[in-house]
């Protein structure tokens, strides 16, 4: 069975400097998807970036980029600029390709930004 | 345009009880996911509805807990003698179809069974 896993807790950053989440998984598949998801209060999921396996370039939106690591299995967050609005839980999903299309997600990391 | 709406947005019941949770999915989403969201153990994935196919239930986590799609769209979760341990934020999530698999969250129903 897949796992993902975030060793932190907790992370906090100063507004407009740069904050990294990290995320590491685990599977036997060579096809897969992985996401980050912002959950703020309001409890709604919102999906913030998603990668590919089979890509090799890091997905990129707006703020938020990724540093996808293959072999280590490792997939990372950066924010950059950060702002008041991106505090939030911050988890880690992962989803095969094939079969059930269910996501496995990661304890989560909650973020807060310091004004 | 609407998103996944859930409702109730939060209900408390007692131990024993039935609860019924609703979601209606984006319209013309055709896959339908359940999840639940507990302090101990996490997010975790509950059921999946893929069309007219039959669900994957591989998340349920006893035969109390049960889930059925009305025409391949509203669907109701139904948790039957609610133990305290049953007590969680439960999500429901759409997407368009399997190949494309972006899923979009409801608010959730938040359930305190006393």
């Known amino acids: 069975a897949q796992t993902v896993t975030q060793s932190q807790p907790e992370m906090s950053v100063q507004e407009a400097e740069t904050v990294t989440l990290s995320c590491t998984y685990d599977?036997?598949?060579?096809?897969?998807?992985l996401f980050w998801y912002k959950q703020p209060p309001s409890r709604q999921m919102i999906l913030v970036i998603r990668q590919e396996a089979y890509k090799q370039q890091n997905a990129t939106e707006n703020r938020f980029s990724v540093n996808f690591q293959k072999a280590a299995k490792s997939f990372s967050l950066k924010i950059s600029d950060s702002q008041l609005g991106d505090a939030a839980m911050y988890f880690c999903?992962?989803?095969?390709?094939?079969?059930?299309?269910?996501?496995?997600f990661g304890q989560g990391t909650r973020l807060t930004i310091n004004p | 345009g609407a998103g996944v709406s859930q409702s109730p947005s939060n209900k408390v019941t007692e131990k024993g009880k039935d609860v019924e949770l609703r979601c209606d999915p984006i319209s013309g989403h055709t896959a339908l996911y359940w999840y639940r969201q507990s302090l101990g153990q996490g997010l975790e994935f509950l059921i999946y509805f893929q069309g007219n196919s039959a669900p994957d239930k591989s998340g349920l986590p006893s035969d109390r807990f049960s889930a059925e799609r009305t025409g391949g769209s509203v669907s109701t979760l139904t948790i039957q003698r609610t133990q305290q341990e049953d007590s969680a934020v439960y999500l429901c999530?759409?997407?368009?179809?399997?190949?494309?698999?972006?899923?979009?969250f409801g608010p959730g129903t938040r359930l305190t069974v006393l």
């Open positions: 999530a759409s997407s368009f179809s399997q190949t494309y698999n972006e899923q979009f």
């Open positions: 999903a992962y989803m095969n390709e094939q079969g059930a299309q269910k996501l496995v």
């Open positions: 599977t036997s598949e060579s096809d897969y998807y």
